[in-house]
């Protein structure tokens, strides 16, 4: 349990290295280089760490996807191969997810209701903005990453009949934070480039991983 705390706290320190020094010292921006692939590797580590955890070899999974996204994202350069690498590290993680919240739905749900409504306007509404400056090799995956983000956004939310409410908040917001980071990450990218989105991108993205995680660790069936 020691153990487990002390990589959770290592995790705030390499947030803090990712988000706060290269805002404070510009100079140090290099730093992310370090930080930024340290964050999903302390989460594993606290997932293994962990004891009495249900699922965890699919957690860790799910996390390791999640790292090569970062690392592939972080790669500089023009090329579209590495953001279509990241993108496919992190869908493949979103499947992962969707795989465990529906497993976790101990009913049978109508498929449209609110929550389908609001996952619709937002897939739709993003997608009108970022397709128009896309070619073909990035609208294709680009669809499919945000009907899966929609995807698992909407399971996320069908699970309350069968969790705790502090975890179905955990878990709720965790799925909503990162549809957040990963909408600014589009935006800036495809859309229009606004001051600190670097800021706004991975704060909600480190928050989201660790609302996920924990949700996913605490849970009990």
């Known amino acids: 349990m020691i153990e487990s705390r002390l990589f959770l706290l290592l995790y705030g320190i390499a947030a803090f290295m990712d988000v706060i020094i290269p805002m404070l010292f510009p100079s140090f921006a290099h730093i992310r280089y370090v930080a930024k692939p340290a ?11 962990s004891n009495d955890v249900e699922r965890k070899p699919t957690i860790l999974l799910a996390l390791f996807f999640a790292w090569l996204g970062d690392v592939f994202l972080m790669i500089p350069g023009s090329s579209p191969l590495f953001f279509q690498l990241g993108l496919g590290g992190f869908l493949i993680m979103q499947w992962i997810y969707i795989d465990m919240f529906r ?4 009913k049978v749900l109508s498929p449209v209701n609110g929550m389908t409504l ?11 903005l970022l397709l128009p400056s896309m070619n073909l090799a990035l609208a294709i995956p680009v669809i ?3 009907i899966s983000l929609g995807t698992m956004l909407w399971f996320a939310s069908q699970r309350k009949s069968s969790v705790s409410r502090w975890n179905y908040q955990c878990i709720l917001i965790g799925a909503t934070l990162f549809v957040v980071s990963d909408s600014l990450l589009a935006i800036n990218k495809f859309y229009y480039s606004f001051p600190g989105n ?19 660790v605490k849970l009990r069936s």
């Not at 964050?39 to 760490?49: E, I, P, R, S, W």
């Not at 670097?198 to 996913?216: D, E, H, K, N, P």
Request: glycine fraction near 4%.
């Open 39 to 49: 964050l999903m590797l302390l989460l594993m580590a606290y997932v293994f760490t």
């Open 103 to 106: 497993k976790q739905i101990s």
């Open 118 to 128: 609001i996952v619709s306007i937002y897939v739709i509404g993003l997608l009108s």
């Open 144 to 146: 499919i990453y945000a």
């Open 198 to 216: 670097s800021f706004w991108v991975m704060s909600t993205y480190i928050l989201a991983q660790l609302l996920l995680t924990q949700g996913l």
